[in-house]
């Protein structure tokens, strides 16, 4: 590939990040809470890791588990918080109704809290009624520069031929967007992804050798920085 793969990882706090980025990773998604999979993580920890690295940072805009947008006032004053209070540029975020439709209202006012800010679709397409639809609905939207996903809700191995099919796509209306590989992804799937252009990588667990109880180990990001520099 002409460019450097882009290199994601979970961060819970400033040791994570430190790590995060003495690894090799080019950005990180800051949340808390992952038995919920991941929410909205305080002012006070954004601002930390803000100050301790000096990588791209991606917030979760998310108030609890599942993909019901919830309090959307509240969720616009969090997105205002965390970029005034922060310094916080980038976010991620994702809404479905309950027949797994995208909530486009909740994106709509929520984003457009971001102010023009960048920010990612999360998985929340891995849950969609009709994912093609929803790329489409948000091809236009200010800011929505990526979206997460293992092309299935089942993880990579399930949504592997989805990411694919998708990367072929690339450049089509609603599919202009940078597609960012995460959920089950192994080290083992780089090869496959890479070479239909896929050029986004997001990982957690991977990055977590004692598992979620654990920090982020340095050396476990430069092993996935290796392979993804090595084609």
Same mark, same amino acid.
């Given at each position: 590939?002409?460019?450097?793969?882009?290199?994601?990882?979970?961060?819970?706090?400033?040791?994570?990040?430190?790590?995060?980025?003495?690894?090799?990773?080019?950005?990180?998604?800051?949340?808390?809470?992952?038995?919920?999979?991941?929410?909205?993580?305080? /002012?006070?920890?954004? #601002?930390?890791? &803000? *100050? %301790?690295?000096?990588?791209? =940072? +991606?917030?979760? $805009?998310?108030?609890?588990? !599942?993909?019901?947008?919830?309090?959307?006032?509240?969720?616009?004053?969090?997105?205002?918080?965390?970029?005034?209070?922060?310094?916080?540029?980038?976010?991620?975020?994702?809404?479905?109704?309950?027949?797994?439709?995208?909530?486009?209202?909740?994106?709509?006012?929520?984003?457009?809290?971001?102010?023009?800010?960048?920010? /990612?679709?999360?998985? #929340?397409?891995? &849950? *969609? %009624?009709?994912?093609?639809? =929803? +790329?489409?609905? $948000?091809?236009?939207?200010? !800011?929505?520069?990526?979206?997460?996903?293992?092309?299935?809700?089942?993880?990579?191995?399930?949504?592997?031929?989805?990411?694919?099919?998708?990367?072929?796509?690339?450049?089509?209306?609603?599919?202009?967007?940078?597609?960012?590989?995460?959920?089950?992804?192994?080290?083992?799937?780089?090869?496959?992804?890479?070479?239909?252009?896929?050029?986004?990588?997001?990982?957690?667990? %991977?990055?977590?050798?004692?598992?979620?109880?654990?920090?982020?180990?340095?050396?476990?990001?430069?092993?996935?920085?290796?392979?993804?520099?090595?084609?």
């Amino acid at each position: 590939m002409s460019k450097r793969a882009v290199l994601e990882v979970i961060a819970l706090d400033v040791e994570d990040a430190v790590a995060a980025q003495a690894g090799g990773a080019d950005r990180l998604e800051l949340v808390t809470d992952m038995a919920a999979d991941g929410l909205t993580p305080s /002012t006070g920890t954004v #601002a930390a890791i &803000r *100050a %301790a690295v000096d990588i791209d =940072l +991606r917030v979760m $805009l998310r108030l609890a588990d !599942g993909f019901a947008a919830g309090d959307i006032d509240r969720l616009a004053e969090l997105a205002g918080e965390l970029r005034e209070t922060a310094g916080a540029t980038q976010f991620v975020l994702g809404f479905l109704g309950a027949d797994g439709d995208l909530d486009v209202d909740a994106v709509e006012r929520v984003a457009g809290a971001l102010d023009g800010c960048r920010w /990612t679709f999360h998985r #929340a397409i891995d &849950r *969609a %009624a009709d994912r093609d639809a =929803l +790329r489409k609905r $948000l091809a236009d939207f200010p !800011g929505l520069d990526t979206y997460l996903t293992a092309g299935a809700a089942d993880g990579v191995d399930e949504g592997l031929a989805t990411l694919i099919a998708e990367a072929e796509r690339h450049g089509e209306h609603g599919y202009e967007q940078q597609l960012l590989v995460g959920g089950g992804l192994r080290l083992d799937h780089v090869p496959t992804l890479l070479e239909a252009g896929i050029d986004g990588f997001h990982i957690g667990g %991977a990055a977590r050798p004692e598992g979620w109880d654990g920090p982020v180990s340095a050396e476990s990001v430069a092993q996935w920085r290796a392979v993804l520099d090595a084609k």
